[in-house]
């Protein structure tokens, strides 16, 4: 597991954060990805900042969802080279 840095621990707060305000499910798997984009230089695995979104999610006491987002036209793009 590789270590996280504290600008996408901070990153993570920031967007669970913003998802509660929002009211409804908390999409684990959507703040994941995001955050990874966002942080796609410090080469941190997937399932590492899920990991990490899933711990600061329980701290909220809201409910909880797993679902893929849709890959964005730029991220298509990318996994497609």
Do not use: C, Y
Not at 12 to 34: C, D, L, P
Not at 62 to 70: A, D, H, K, L, V
């Amino acid at each position: 597991m590789r270590t996280i840095s504290q600008a996408m621990l901070q990153g993570i707060r920031e967007g669970v954060v913003k998802a509660s305000t929002e009211g409804g499910w908390i999409n684990v798997a959507a703040i994941s990805k995001q955050i990874q984009h966002d942080f796609r230089t410090e080469n941190v695995a997937l399932e590492d900042i899920e990991k990490a979104v899933f711990a600061q999610v329980r701290l909220t006491g809201r409910p909880i969802m797993f679902q893929e987002p849709p890959l964005a036209p730029e991220l298509e793009r990318s996994s497609e080279a």
